[in-house]
């Protein structure tokens, strides 16, 4: 109510202070959208310096073609491996372990105006819903903090109900799902740092949409270097 009847919304990842980047950021211009959500590795950083954090979110921030993008309209991010940590890094399960996450995380919540960062002191991540009007929803994952391979865990079981609640709660017509790495099958292949190196917790997310038959799903995947759309 209120609001316009096309919501016109710029995602990716993956980018850096270059020409190339540049060029996307003027192209996602003149689409003229209504917001910009980065899902990680905006910048690549790869440290848990905090000097070197802000140091490059500052050198990120204030590239002149994506100011001239966001000014006016708004921004949401996540992160993914390399402005988390190293490249295909995992938190591990602990909240305070090790003891460089809760300060990354700290520092993250300085660069990016999102409306939430998780649970804050009880559950800190980078994982928040934000809906455009009372049609849309989206949903961001924090596939980085509480990800332990051993253990098959990419959400964790505190962010996994979250994102269940949130999923079966939202009166939304679309629900779209935003994760820094690929959900669907083999689209990276190889790779064990997608959900395909976490099929059973994406398979208990999947069939939990089945189950309790919520439409409407979209998923916004980034990590891919690339533009594919599946079904």
């Keep these: 109510p209120g609001g316009p009847s096309t919501l016109r919304l710029a995602f990716g990842s993956c980018a ?5 980047s540049a060029a996307v950021w003027r192209r996602i211009q003149t689409l003229d959208p209504h917001a ?8 690549y950083i790869d440290s848990v310096d ?7 979110h500052g050198e990120f921030l204030g590239f002149a073609a994506l100011q001239k993008l966001v000014a006016g309209r708004s921004l949401y991010a996540t992160w993914d491996d390399h402005d988390f940590g190293t490249n295909d890094c995992h938190g591990g399960a602990a909240v305070n372990v090790p003891k460089w996450k809760p300060r990354v995380w700290s520092d ?9 960062y998780g649970g804050e002191g009880n559950h800190p991540g980078c994982y928040f ?14 596939n980085r903090y509480y990800r332990e391979p051993s253990e098959g865990q990419m959400l964790g079981p505190v962010q996994l109900a979250w994102l269940k609640r949130k999923l079966k709660g939202s009166e939304a017509q679309f629900k779209v799902i935003c994760s820094s790495v690929p959900m669907t099958p083999g689209v990276k ?13 994406r398979k208990e997310i999947f069939s939990f949409i089945e189950n309790n038959k919520i439409s409407g799903i ?8 690339r533009s594919d759309a599946w079904k």
Excluded: C
């Design 16 to 20: 850096d202070e270059d020409e190339g």
């Design 218 to 225: 979209f998923v916004l995947a980034a990590d891919r270097h």
């Design 36 to 43: 910009v959500i980065l899902l990680g590795d905006t910048p």
């Design 108 to 116: 993250f919540k300085l660069q990016w105006p999102n409306p939430e």
């Design 129 to 142: 819903t934000h809906k455009f009007g009372q049609r849309v929803e989206f949903i961001f994952l924090d």
């Design 50 to 56: 905090l000097k070197i954090l802000r140091k490059r």
């Design 189 to 201: 292949p190889g790779s064990k740092d997608t959900w395909d190196g976490y099929s059973e917790e």
